[in-house]
């Protein structure tokens, strides 16, 4: 994402990550990952339910998927940190457009699974390609 | 302001996982400085929300 970030900001696009989890932790990732963009502190999970975001279940949270992306990082030699805190609860991306309406809803089932940057790239292009 | 803390959960059982073309929720969230932000801070450009699943 963060490689895409020129061709986002190009196009107007604002990017606000959202976590569940709160204080030490929040402030921790941020500084540590970098992270370009305000880290939105859900605690009560009001949006991620908004958003349909709940549980997974215990088959997708140990399923393929799963393993695939430990082993996805194993190869390029980053070992898996041991998870912590909710590891249930589900993520997601959600697009929304300059008049307040959602573009692109995305429920993730897995820890990979997210909307290419690309197919957000053009639902914006061609969002201004129409008006 | 604040969603039913049932809506996503009715969401789903009444089978509308995809909100596109939909109202954003809106929301008043503090980030990690403690800054708030509210949706309507951010109308007049796209906004890209990515939820985490955790950070641990």
Redesign the interface.
């Known amino acids: ?1 963060q490689e895409q970030e020129k061709f ?1 900001e190009e ?11 709160a204080g030490f ?3 921790a ?2 500084e540590d990952a970098g992270l370009k963009w ?5 605690e009560d999970r ?9 549980k997974a279940s215990f088959l997708e949270l140990v399923g393929p998927a799963t393993w695939w992306v430990y082993l996805k990082e194993i190869l390029w030699g980053k070992w898996p ?7 249930s ?17 995305h ?2 089932r897995s ?1 990979a699974d997210r909307p290419a940057v690309k197919s ?1 790239l053009e639902t ?1 292009q061609g969002s201004a390609r129409k008006s | 302001m604040r969603p039913d803390i049932s809506t996503g959960a009715m969401n789903i059982m009444l089978g509308a996982f995809d909100l596109t073309g939909k109202p954003a929720v809106d929301f008043v969230l503090k980030d990690s400085q403690g800054r708030e932000h509210r949706l309507q801070d951010y109308l007049g450009r796209w906004l890209l929300m990515v939820f985490h699943r955790h950070l641990g």
């Open positions: 994402m986002l196009l107007n696009v604002q990017i606000a990550v959202v976590t569940f989890e932790l929040a402030r990732y941020a305000p880290l939105l502190v859900d009001f949006l991620y339910h908004g958003y349909g975001m709940l940190k041991k998870a912590s805190g909710d590891v609860q589900r993520g997601g991306d959600v697009l929304i457009d300059p008049d307040g309406v959602v573009r692109l809803h429920i993730g820890p957000i914006v």
